[in-house]
């Protein structure tokens, strides 16, 4: 939101992002300043500010809590002020040190002393060194049509390897003749290694979906098909208790496992927490609490409110043979994670040939249908990380098969995106009994939660149960027998089952809480289409939300989501196609 008044501009946003845009705020505010002409222009029928008024006084205000400089964005809004060492100065338990980057004595020195730091235990380190480009930025560009020949003669006279050269030469260490032996030495290490990979066997079209996925331990296999087992505890209990059992579970079994992520923990410190003077918190919906009680700082533990360095430092984790179980407070918070989660998490067994894994666990709460969740506490969109290939997607709709899949998820090699309904954390609906520390269920195997003749429907989350309700009361008033399958694991699907319930029933639809335009149910439904197609007796029919955010008020959330009644309709017109 913008208020233009008078001498000032004032800037509301929320969380980091709102650094970013002041910015740019004030930027703009001073080139309509210095450019009048522009601004009298600036009163167009394309804009809603038509009487702005720009001051040449005029400052900016954001205000953002202090969680917030913790993010990216925050940092990256600095970037315009300047240099990057002056930026960290006062930082405190950090090293830095500003260096002639192309001078090889000093640089040198100044990493010596930043490895020592670091050794000490103290903190990091950062050393920037001020360096030259001496060519241009790639094969197809030529810097020549930007730069000045003074420029470049400038930062040719700077070329570190000339001034090691001369100084080799000025110290005495070596002659003309030694330094051309080691000039030539180089040449032919380097004309070796270029040769090698010249001459390298080129992969085959065949090798190209390998190492995409674990060949060693896939979440398929059979090893994760267990049964649940009679405890001495009989009580049916909810998804959020079943997933705090799991992870207790495993954290148990595997001292590898670490859980963290923005206020996991019970209490900033396990001190006051042994010693009875808080009761302490384990997330905002209690799925983590005791695992910091139980097994200390070093295994539970917050993170600061950066989702990106949640994400960042689990695949770092994870990358050395740790096995991070993190959590996203939020699925509306994840996308400041969005380029970790896309261009690193996937791609890191694929892109060293099966020489490194990222077997981490991404857990995430999602979804709407919670009264008043409204924009930032209501998303879906998980098609956006289904379409993105080395990462397996599980969304279970009950207390059961949360429990089977998240242990599934844990032992298995692959990066999981554990995805956990708001609305199913605490339902009636789907309890459970606790199934022992060594129940699993393996991926991409689906449900089948009422058999039925007359048509199939294909669904996950929270729109299960509601599905389950429209079939009950649709059997009740019609006689009509609809087959409900919980899909539970989206990366990967069960096809099979699918395919083997619509030419069973002849048809189907597709329902999901998220929006029907590019959703996850077009695939399906496409799919279905090209290769089911002679089994059809009726279009493939969608049911999902409207093409919208999910609003505040209730009236307005009911009609933007999928409801009961509009699952019933849809049973009901398929079935009469």
Request: with cysteine; aromatic share 8%.
């Amino acid at each position: 939101m913008v208020e233009q008044e008078a001498e000032y501009c004032l800037v509301v946003f929320v969380d980091g992002d709102a650094v970013s845009a002041a910015v740019g705020c004030a930027e703009a505010g001073r080139y309509f300043t210095q450019h009048p002409e522009a601004a009298e222009k600036h009163d167009g029928d394309y804009r809603e500010f038509k009487d702005i008024t720009f001051h040449s006084d005029e400052v900016v205000y954001v205000s953002i809590g202090e969680g917030s400089t913790s993010q990216g964005e925050f940092w990256e809004s600095l970037n315009p002020g300047g240099n990057i060492s002056k930026l960290v100065a006062n930082f405190p338990n950090f090293h830095f040190a500003e260096v002639d980057g192309t001078d090889p004595v000093a640089s040198y020195q100044a990493m010596v002393d930043a490895v020592a730091y670091c050794r000490s235990g103290k903190g990091p380190a950062l050393v920037h060194g001020h360096v030259i480009r001496p060519y241009s930025h790639s094969l197809s560009d030529d810097e020549r049509l930007y730069r000045s020949a003074e420029e470049l003669a400038e930062d040719a006279a700077k070329d570190p390897i000339s001034r090691m050269q001369m100084w080799l030469l000025r110290e005495g260490i070596l002659d003309a003749d030694g330094i051309n032996r080691l000039e030539k030495q180089v040449d032919e290490e380097v004309q070796r290694a270029s040769d090698r990979a010249v001459m390298a066997t080129l992969p085959t079209v065949a090798s190209i979906t390998k190492y995409v996925y674990s060949e060693d331990l896939s979440p398929m296999d059979e090893r994760f098909d267990t049964k649940p087992a009679t405890t001495a505890d009989p009580t049916e209990r909810t998804m959020a208790d079943l997933i705090n059992c799991c992870l207790k579970d495993e954290m148990r079994r595997d001292e590898r496992i670490v859980v963290f992520g923005e206020d996991v923990a019970d209490a900033s410190r396990d001190k006051a927490l042994r010693a009875g003077k808080v009761k302490g918190k384990g997330g905002v919906f209690k799925l983590t609490a005791g695992l910091q009680a139980e097994f200390g700082n070093d295994r539970c533990f917050n993170s600061p409110l950066a989702e990106a360095n949640i994400a960042g430092r689990a695949i770092g984790m994870a990358v050395r043979g740790m096995k991070p179980v993190v959590e996203i407070q939020f699925f509306d918070y994840i996308w400041p994670a969005m380029h970790q989660m896309r261009n690193e998490l996937p791609l890191m067994r694929w892109r060293s040939n099966g020489e490194f894994s990222c077997p981490l666990v991404m857990r995430v709460p999602i979804g709407g249908y919670l009264t008043g969740g409204s924009i930032y506490h209501s998303q879906s969109g998980e098609s956006i990380f289904t379409h993105t290939p080395g990462v397996r997607i599980v969304m279970p709709s009950n207390a059961l098969d949360a429990l089977g899949l998240l242990r599934t998820a844990i032992r298995c090699d692959d990066p999981v995106i554990f995805l956990e309904h708001k609305r199913l954390y605490r339902e009636t609906f789907g309890r459970a009994a606790y199934p022992g520390p060594d129940f699993c269920i393996p991926f991409g195997k689906a449900k089948i939660v009422r058999p039925g003749k007359d048509l199939t429907v294909l669904t996950y989350g929270a729109v299960v149960p509601r599905a389950l309700q429209a079939a009950q009361k649709l059997h009740r008033d019609t006689g009509l027998d609809v087959e409900l399958i919980d899909l539970r694991s989206l990366t990967p699907y069960d096809w099979e089952t699918i395919a083997e319930s619509v030419k069973k029933t002849n048809r189907v639809i597709v329902a999901h809480e998220d929006m029907l335009s590019w959703g996850y149910g077009a695939e399906l439904a496409a799919r279905i289409a090209d290769e089911l197609f002679h089994d059809l007796d009726a279009p493939v029919r969608r049911v999902a939300a409207m093409d919208t955010f999910v609003a505040y008020q209730p009236v307005l959330e009911d009609a933007i989501l999928p409801q009961p009644e509009d699952l019933y309709r849809a049973m009901q017109e398929l079935a009469a196609f």
